[in-house]
């Protein structure tokens, strides 16, 4: 494995006799085989599936200590400082994607190179009395590309089935169908639906579907808004009284929010339907969800590139939700069509109280 010293780690901690010198490494994951030269990293379409695997000596604060690490990253001089992880080993796993989309919601650009300025904290987890200790700062030159950031996931034990039972999906990390909703492919992820009492959950993204451990993300130090990656980390619970809720996560900012959402006034439909060009615009009737009467689903449907869709209500087409989004969306009564922009089998997932819709391409 090739490795190459892009930081070093100065610890000069007062109280713990520490004064040591420490370098911290970034080394290419020998899985990924299309990364360019140690100072510079391309994400493409191509690549964005492999990992990038950042790795530093331990830092010596003068006896044994569990150490939390956390590695910072901003964009150019003045950019904002964000955490791109937490670890208490020495080393973080980062997949390609979701650094990609953690840089651009950070300010950088696609399609050029960026300097990106890391560096590593080291505080002793249990110690507060010992200072915290940062590296100096090490440039990284790295070109992101813009796409469609992929999907979040909700995981977690926040839905019931229609007897009230736990669902049979509760911490199920492969679970799919709890696939988070967007006003368009570049909006905050959001979730309106009912909540059981006692909820808890984490953010799963795309790419974390099977993995815990691979881009999940929980609550940071039991700190109600904030999010981190990493599966070890707390699980989301504000949700102590059943009802409806809307969830938001911000990747961006790291940030979440669950607030109250009223359905007052809100018509309750026995039936929805889904119909466009691949299905000769017959009316497909979808399956309503065991844990919410206002969100229906329709799997497995296969969809080619300029397929025009749309959700209805009833047969007779008299309440229609469209817009002319792709695979995220929030509809509207009498919008344009949905217009397929890539090829597929979908998980197709539509909520009648927001108009969001999603079409979750499944993988192969």
């Known amino acids: 494995m090739r490795k190459l010293y892009i930081m070093t780690v100065i610890l000069s901690v007062v109280f713990c006799s520490c004064n040591k010198e420490e370098r911290a490494v970034i080394s290419d994951n020998p899985k990924a085989p299309g990364m360019l030269p140690h100072t510079s990293i391309e994400i493409t379409e191509e690549n964005r599936k492999e990992t990038v695997t950042f790795k530093w000596i331990k830092a010596d604060f003068g006896y044994s200590a569990a150490v939390t690490y ?129 909820s808890e959950f984490q953010i799963a993204m795309d790419e974390g579907l099977g993995n815990w451990a691979k881009a999940t993300y929980g609550a940071y ?85 300029g397929d025009e869709i749309k959700f209805s209500s009833d047969q007779s087409a008299a309440v229609i939700w469209s817009a002319n989004n792709f695979p995220f969306g929030k509809g509207v009564q009498d919008g344009a069509n949905i217009t397929v922009s890539e090829a597929g089998t979908y998980f197709i997932k539509f909520n009648d109280l927001t108009g969001h819709y999603v079409f979750y391409k499944k993988k192969k």
């Not at 990747?251 to 809100?266: A, C, D, F, Q, R």
């Open 70 to 198: 956390k590695l910072l990253a901003k964009v150019g001089m003045y950019g904002k400082t964000d955490v791109i992880g937490i670890s208490q080993e020495d080393s973080l796993t980062v997949g390609l994607d979701a650094l990609n989309n953690q840089l651009l919601s950070m300010g950088a650009a696609a399609g050029i190179q960026n300097q990106i300025m890391f560096s590593v904290n080291a505080t002793v987890t249990s110690d507060t009395a010992c200072p915290d200790a940062t590296s100096d700062i090490r440039i990284v030159y790295i070109t992101p590309y813009m796409s469609c950031p992929q999907a979040l996931h909700l995981v977690g034990s926040m839905f019931d089935d229609a007897a009230g039972y736990p669902g049979n999906d509760w911490w199920n990390i492969n679970n799919y169908k709890y696939v988070m909703f967007r006003d368009d492919n570049l909006s905050l992820n959001t979730y309106t639906s009912f909540f059981r009492d006692n």
């Open 221 to 305: 130090d039991n700190n109600p808004g904030n999010l981190v990656l990493g599966g070890s980390y707390a699980n989301i619970k504000l949700l102590n009284t059943a009802g409806y809720y809307t969830v938001t996560a911000d990747i961006k900012n790291l940030k979440y929010t669950v607030l109250p959402y009223s359905t007052e006034g809100k018509p309750v439909y026995t039936a929805m339907f889904i119909s466009g060009s691949f299905n000769s615009w017959a009316y497909q009737e979808m399956t309503k969800t065991q844990y919410d009467s206002h969100i229906w689903t329709i799997d497995d449907v296969t969809l080619a590139e």
